[in-house]
């Protein structure tokens, strides 16, 4: 579903990505964790070219995103983004948010479109909420509609980054166990994340980056229960019980 091969990614003097390959299969949950600054959201960014890599390889479904010909209205249609600030437009209610993006890029009807943005809200539990605007909303709530704007365009792949850091603490949990139901539906998710519970719980795989490059990979109880890098026993040492 997505192949990253050699990314390289430099803003000016600074190498924020320095060769980064990772693989997901269709239908896995794959988890990217790490320090602040390590270039997790980079690597995100550039997988549906909000960013566009310095050099390597990125293919979603065997196209390559960097090619000169790539048509990216096309591929973003299979790439959903959920975004840690939401990234709602105010002004819009909570079905337009959602129905946007399906009548402005896909014209598909507006009918159509209502009935598509009612069944995504309802698979995130936020259809009863359909006509209230973003400001009306929790945080959690807000999120929750994000992820329904991404779900209703049937992307092959959603990339979540860091979608519970803007959150209250209260608000977590509803947000998380909308992302476990998600993956029950085999909908392939990478999510870059600093809730270490959700990684080890919920992932098929997980990615420790450090420093702009994969230090480590493998199953969840592979790198939580016996990491094999030193960078990752010290950075998982420093989270404590929590990722365990």
Known sequence: MLDINDLHKTY???????????????????????????????LLR?????EHASSGQILVEGQDINAADAKL??????????FQAFNLYPHLSVRDNVTLALRKV??????????????????VGMAHKADAYPGQLSGGQQQRVGIARSIALEPAIILFDEPTSAL????VDGVLQVMRELRETGITMVVVTHEMAFARAASDSVVFMDGGVV???????????APK???TTAFLSRLGSEAH
């Open 215 to 225: 230090v480590e990979a493998g199953t969840p109880d592979e790198l939580f229960g």
């Open 106 to 123: 896909k014209k598909i009807p507006r009918a159509q479109a209502n009935e598509i943005a009612e069944r995504a809200l309802t698979r």
């Open 229 to 231: 890098h030193a960078r």
């Open 12 to 42: 000016g003097d600074n190498h924020v990505l320095k060769g980064v390959s990772l693989s997901v299969r269709k239908g896995e949950l794959v988890s990217i964790i790490g320090p602040s600054g390590s270039g997790k959201s980079t």
């Open 73 to 82: 209205d096309k591929l973003r249609q299979r790439i959903g983004m959920v």
């Open 46 to 50: 550039c997988c549906n070219r909000m």
């Open 168 to 171: 209250d603490p209260e608000m």
